[in-house]
């Protein structure tokens, strides 16, 4: 599969040069109270994954200059925003409004702000001293696409592997917070599909699209209906719009719902009769095709599931973790980093094979 052939390159292209990372990936994370995103914070990988990707392809070799090496450890401005996000209500940003910190009696220049993607420590320590070494590399910079987002992406694109958030705005952020800071480093915050369906469009990956739209046709039941068929982001996607509406279309008719969701639907003509809701012109075309087909209404059918795997198999347990460090950290052939970090490293005797494991021709 695509996404192995990519990571054997890129392993060994590590393997020869002692670097596995080439490239720096800075996007936004957080969403403050006035809906400014912002807090940037940097990813790592290597040119050869990316370029499976033709936009990326295209960008890191191409005649622009994400193409051109530059100062890897030129600093990131943590309080710069996005100019034109693009989608405001992105589940796979942060929210600093959700930060319950008490500055009393605390100075100003006390107050950090929680931040659940920080790098501290010695692995700041050992990423550091990586970029000092390396010196440069290729640098992009995306204002649309929310750091929990491309992390994920970047996962599958070095395994093939994804695993979505369970549906939920609120509740899951939550319990993502709660996922990143319990988190020993061996994982990575869920995505939302709805986030990874809008960066799978964007650079034109059909396959992660179909996933990412099957995992939500799978959640349909769970969610606010009429919410989401009205929602900026159905108003962007064709292809999402109609499938809300179907099923809004079987609720309408034969759900024990189906009262109180007709009530809301009026809400939103009322709301759309007055100007608001200008995103919804074309939603509301569409619901009425929807209403006035011929025959039963039917609620979306449920896509078998697809046979790539969205946990990683035993054969992946090692590499992942290394590959998750690698990404957040932008270290991975560091024999000091990883010395400190292995269990039993200071009694493990690395490279010597235990003689019952060996042939019987070659044991002493």
Not at 107 to 116: G, L, N, Y
Not at 144 to 160: E, G, H, K, N, P
Not at 185 to 201: C, E, F, T, V, W
Not at 253 to 270: H, L, N, W, Y
Request: contains cysteine; negative net charge.
């Amino acid at each position: 599969m695509a996404a192995t052939t990519a990571l054997r390159e890129a392993l060994n292209r590590g393997i020869s040069s002692g670097n596995l990372i080439d490239t720096k990936i800075v996007l936004y994370s957080h969403r403050d109270p006035s809906g400014r995103v912002r807090r940037p914070k940097a990813l790592y990988t290597n040119s050869s994954i990316l370029k499976t990707v033709p936009y990326f392809n295209d960008l890191l070799f191409g005649n622009f200059a994400e193409s051109q090496s530059k100062d890897f450890k030129e600093a990131i401005d943590e309080e710069e925003s996005a100019d034109d996000y693009g989608y405001l209500s992105d589940s796979d940003l942060e929210d600093d409004e959700d930060e319950k910190v008490s500055y009393k009696h605390t100075a100003k220049s006390e107050i950090q702000p929680f931040d659940p993607f920080a790098v501290s420590g010695e692995d700041k320590v050992a990423r550091e001293d990586y970029e000092e070494r390396i010196e440069k590399g290729k640098v992009v910079k995306i204002p649309d696409i929310a750091f929990v987002t491309f992390q994920a992406f970047l996962m599958y694109l070095y395994t093939d592997l994804i695993e979505f958030a369970p549906f939920g705005s609120d509740e899951n952020r939550r319990s993502r917070r709660a996922e990143i800071v319990k988190s020993s480093g061996d994982k990575i915050p869920r995505p939302s599909p709805k986030s990874i369906y809008r960066l799978a469009d964007k650079y034109d990956i059909p396959t992660l699209k179909t996933l990412a739209l099957n995992n939500i046709r799978s959640e349909l039941e769970k969610c606010d209906i009429v919410e989401e068929s009205f929602s900026i982001f159905a108003s962007q996607f064709d292809e999402v719009r109609n499938l809300y509406l179907e099923q809004l279309a079987f609720v309408w008719v034969g759900d024990s719902t189906a009262e109180a969701t007709r009530a809301k639907v009026e809400e939103k003509i009322d709301s759309f009769v007055v100007g608001d809701l200008e995103h919804t012109t074309d939603t509301f075309s569409a619901l009425w095709e929807v209403a006035n087909k011929d025959g039963d209404v039917k609620a979306p059918s449920i896509p078998t599931p697809t046979a790539t795997p969205v946990t990683s198999p035993g054969h992946w347990a090692s590499v992942n973790t290394a590959l998750i460090k690698s990404i957040r950290k932008g270290v991975f052939f560091d024999r000091k980093y990883w010395a400190r970090h292995s269990k039993g490293a200071a009694t493990k005797q690395v490279g010597k094979v235990p003689q019952e494991s060996r042939p019987a021709h070659d044991r002493p």
